[in-house]
């Protein structure tokens, strides 16, 4: 017995890494997903890549020190935006600082000399979910992130889907309304992102108040650069009409998508994540609602929408650092 | 030498069975992808599956008995409308005559006292391909069969999709244009099979020939329950306008349901099967342009339309024959 609990005082650990295009988060996880030690820098400031990965080293290895040093570290895992798994680069991320395709993954491991494993931060909050969170046990599910864009992961056959390409799981791009709303980022109209993110929530508050009569709504007197789903939010629990109509709207546009995705692939749950699931039944009821119309019979009120609930500051280190226990040692 | 090859002509067959809503067609495969014998049959006028089934043992058992001996059999694989692979069960078929859920794989296994395993007709087809056909090789691809309905069978990871309930991949009832077509079948408006299904071809001709003014196309003297893809086909080969956009119409709402599965799986190739494919690029460059349009950026120029090159009488046999190899003996 004490040579077990011995031994496990010297378990591996792993470093997880969650690039986002503000900050930049990292932390140590044990295998219970345990954070152990954690921090976080700017991910800006750095024009070149190797600058940005100078400080990382010189933060993190601070808590690897701490954590009993490298060789107790199994790898890195790392979770960016438009990060591809296959070649473990991240490819002309509209968020980042650094343009074209980046070596990122190569790059980290020659700076730390630890293996390297990248992933878009979805499919890294999917892994994290699937490991400590919500989908514990489950092998098929799809996680949701609705925050600035709209991300996912997807998860079969208790397999995250990278496709053939390892660009897999970009529902946020996929068409809801053909012809509807235009995506700046992208160029195209209607999708999923130009409605339930947080940047589609303010254009369609910004859009109803605009047609409804002046004086009727209390977000009239937010200015339109802080109309997000928190004002509208605050409106809606004291009672604005108009508040309510937007998490209806935005909720039955959600629910349609989120219909077509478990006919696609008929996940036990899906699991939503970020700013806009903190309106809670105010945009989950609407989005059930319409999940449920859009279902053929043999899909109805099977389907579970979960709200995660892994700390937020947690969650993205944990699912980056769950990567690092797949590596091959 | 001599030995292997003894034994190789004594190698494990299996029996694949496809059971359609008008014919149920049966066929004895080896790993190869050899048909070596096959039969079809009615599967209307019995009333009682048991009936079916009894029918069915009658006429295989005959083929059975060229190839061998049921010993030789490694086991019965079936593909057939709403056949659920976890259950073994066909679930409110709406094309076959026997109504509620068939518990199909058990009633099967007791009469041919064979291991058996069912799934639903587009999954066989996918697997099909994937073993014998246009997608062998490939880890993930989408099979869309486009018949009187239209079915998918969806592959990751090099397997397929099932779903947490074994009824994954029903693309054809995904909402393409929400507030659209009424699909009689499900109640529901917009689906890809409202539009890219035989009937959807149907219902498009006739509104489209509504709509043009009198003696401006070939196909208002056709009789209206000979409108199909076929009869539009050949009006279109003759130059008919109308007949053409007919075709840009389907290609153009199937290309944007296609762009939707590409950013949810990222396949290698979406593989068409079934009537519809038979008028070539007519259907195909539409399709292909639409596609392409409602893709982001990183999808672009990447996923090939691939038409399934097997025999139409062969295809569904092996496909329902290939879910045998994988039982356990």
Chains 1, 2 share one sequence.
Do not use: C
Not at 38 to 65: K, P
Not at 128 to 140: F, N, R, V
Not at 208 to 213: A, D, T, V, W
């Amino acid at each position: 017995m004490a040579k077990a609990s011995s031994s496990l005082s010297y378990e591996s650990l792993a470093v997880g890494i969650d690039i986002g295009g503000t900050g930049t988060k990292y932390g140590i996880v044990d295998r219970n997903g345990n954070v152990l030690f954690s921090g976080e820098m700017s991910t800006r400031g750095h024009a070149q890549v190797e600058d940005f990965i100078d400080e990382l080293y010189n933060n993190l290895i601070v808590l690897i020190d701490k954590a009993g040093g490298s060789g107790r570290m199994r790898g890195i895992g790392v979770g960016a935006p438009n990060g591809n798994f296959y070649s473990g680069t991240v490819e002309y991320a509209p968020n980042l600082p650094w343009k074209g395709i980046i070596p990122l993954a190569n790059l980290i491991q020659a700076k730390f000399q630890l293996p390297t494993v990248l992933t878009n931060d979805a499919n890294a909050a999917a892994i994290g979910e699937m490991m400590y969170g919500a989908a514990k046990g489950m092998k098929d599910f799809i996680m949701i992130t609705l925050g600035t864009g709209v991300g996912s992961g997807i998860v079969a056959n208790g397999k995250l889907i990278y496709g053939h390409d390892g660009f897999a799981g970009e529902l946020g791009h996929t068409t809801v309304i053909p012809g509807g709303r235009y995506h700046e980022g992208t160029g195209k109209k209607g999708s999923l992102e130009s409605y339930a993110s947080a940047t589609g929530v303010k254009l369609t508050a910004i859009e109803m108040l605009e047609k409804s009569p002046e004086g009727t709504s209390l977000l009239a007197d937010t200015p339109k650069d802080k109309l997000d789903s928190r004002s509208v939010y605050d409106a809606a629990i004291k009672g604005d009409k108009l508040a309510k109509e937007i998490f209806d709207f935005t909720g039955n546009i959600l629910g349609l998508a989120l219909a077509n995705f478990v006919m696609f692939s008929s996940p036990e749950a899906i699991i939503l994540f970020g700013g806009l699931t903190k309106a809670g039944d105010l945009i989950l009821k609407p989005t059930r609602e319409s999940m449920e119309d859009n279902l053929i019979q043999v899909f109805q009120n099977k389907v579970k929408i979960l709200i995660s609930h892994l700390k937020e500051s947690d969650a993205a280190i944990l699912g980056a650092s769950a990567l690092a226990w797949d590596i091959k040692s």
